[in-house]
């Protein structure tokens, strides 16, 4: 690629273009404190073999999840993934374009995505589900702004369950939007009052399901507050594999399901790419952002699938768009749909128990420990101890002896004291006696 540089002429011209006098105008949005105003300093350059040399020396410090006790969840799970999801997803039938923007000459992918829509729809027990969305935490962020649309009104109640960075995400685009949003304390256990939030202001309220802190909810009474104050339930998850096991949200009265699907098909590949599952209403079909494809038949009389909504400011007019989300995680949709396909609904109801009973067997040795309280009483595969101590600083030391203990509660809710001893540890179904009986055994050492 040729680089083209611009002249004094060039920059003045394009600055009076946009309606600006200076460059450090078009960042007057980012306050001065988180601005960089020196040169970053690092290396201004170096040889092929020193860069390859210096990168593989950092490589080298990382620790692959597979070779050692791993209890880490909090929105990203490790999950056996089998060979043959990488070998399908490589076959020519789906190697098409990315994104379809002729989408009826890429019949492979909208075949899968068709496919994936249906498994997202029967997981969550809704009417119908997108072709993805590019995480849960944007899926979360743009289910509030539907709700928007279709209640008439602005403001989102969050439950202190619900994941930080969704949370996150959610506050970021309502400030944009000058939309209402309140966030409740942290929840560890469950216990808040979120029905007393609920008013006749309310657009929607937003629970998650198993809890950041790995508590289950039941959706069943708020869904009804929400109703009845013309609000919608949206539904949060971050581990897919407990729609294995637990009642899905749909039938505890959600309006709208969203959440990741990383644990299926996907493994943790240093936090992404991801998938965000979205699936809502029939009623509200032409408020759910994204692209949806559905089943045809052409000239011919031949099965065939299109694109039957794709309501973006990509297809239509901006101000006419559900949604400013260019593309669907396509190949992580379809790594998630072989995945699904080879478990079978039986497949997944083994693998969510087995997720639960190590779960159940983790926290029974953990509550065991001098020290560590178990907060939760309901839970899938994903619970959250309090310690003696600030988790951070066991979480280091655990990690120096090999073991990687899970997620201190203060890494994603920074400041707060009443957090710092809180640790979130999961446990999966690649989780062995051994690996569990070597976090206890250095837990242990560590508080002693």
């Known amino acids: 690629m040729r680089y083209l540089p611009l002249s004094d002429t060039d920059r003045a011209d394009m600055l009076a273009r946009v309606g600006v006098d200076s460059i450090d105008e078009l960042f007057s949005d980012i306050p001065e404190k988180a601005r960089l105003n020196e040169v970053l300093d690092l290396p201004r350059r170096a040889g092929e073999l020193q860069v390859e040399r210096h990168l593989s020396n950092l490589a080298a410090k990382n620790v692959p999840a597979s070779t050692v006790p791993f209890f880490v969840g909090a929105g990203a799970y490790k999950h056996h993934v089998p060979a043959t999801v990488d070998h399908l997803i490589q076959r020519s039938e789906f190697l098409t374009s990315y994104t379809p923007y002729q989408p009826e000459i890429t019949q492979g992918t909208l075949q899968?995505?068709?496919?994936f829509q249906t498994q997202v729809a029967r997981l969550t027990a809704m009417d119908v589900a997108n072709a993805?969305?590019?995480?849960?935490?944007?899926?979360?962020g743009e289910a509030v702004l539907m709700a928007h649309r279709v209640t008439k009104k602005k403001k989102a109640v969050l439950s202190g369950g619900l994941h930080p960075q969704y949370r996150a995400v959610v506050e970021g685009l309502s400030e944009m939007a000058n939309d209402d949003v309140v966030s409740l304390p942290a929840d560890p256990t469950g216990t808040e009052d979120i029905l007393s939030q609920i008013d006749d202001e309310t657009s929607c309220v937003v629970v998650q399901s198993p809890s950041f802190y790995g508590q289950l909810i039941d959706l069943k009474p708020i869904a009804e507050k929400a109703h009845q104050h013309k609000?919608?339930?949206?539904a949060v998850f971050t581990e897919v594999v407990s729609l294995g096991l637990i009642e899905p949200p749909g039938a505890q009265g959600a309006d709208i399901v969203v959440g990741e699907g990383q644990s299926i098909g996907n493994g943790l590949n240093f936090g992404?790419?991801?998938?965000?599952?979205f699936a809502t209403k029939q009623k509200y079909v032409r408020q759910m952002p994204g692209r949806l494809c559905?089943?045809?038949v052409d000239a011919d009389g031949k099965r065939g699938f299109v694109l039957t909504l794709s309501t973006r400011e990509q297809h239509i007019r901006r101000d006419k768009a559900t949604s400013n989300i260019c593309t669907n995680s396509g190949l992580c949709c379809l790594a998630f749909t072989i995945h699904l396909s080879l478990l079978g609904s039986k497949g997944l109801g083994q693998m969510a128990r087995i997720n639960h009973a190590n779960a159940v067997k983790l926290k029974q040795e953990l509550a065991a420990i001098s020290g560590v309280d178990v907060l939760n009483s309901a839970y899938f595969n994903e619970f959250t101890v309090k310690l003696p101590?600030?988790?951070?600083g066991v979480v280091e030391a655990l990690a120096e002896k090999g073991i990687l203990a899970g997620v201190p509660v203060s890494r994603l809710e920074p400041g707060k004291a009443e957090l710092e001893d809180l640790l979130v540890v999961a446990s999966t179904e690649v989780n062995t006696d051994e690996d569990r009986a070597a976090l206890a055994g250095a837990l242990k050492e560590v508080l002693a």
């Open 294 to 296: 559905g089943e045809t």
């Open 272 to 277: 992404g790419p991801y998938v965000g599952l």
């Open 132 to 140: 993805s969305m590019y995480d849960g935490s944007t899926g979360t």
């Open 112 to 115: 899968y995505l068709f496919e």
């Open 231 to 234: 609000a919608l339930l949206i």
């Open 389 to 392: 101590k600030a988790a951070a």
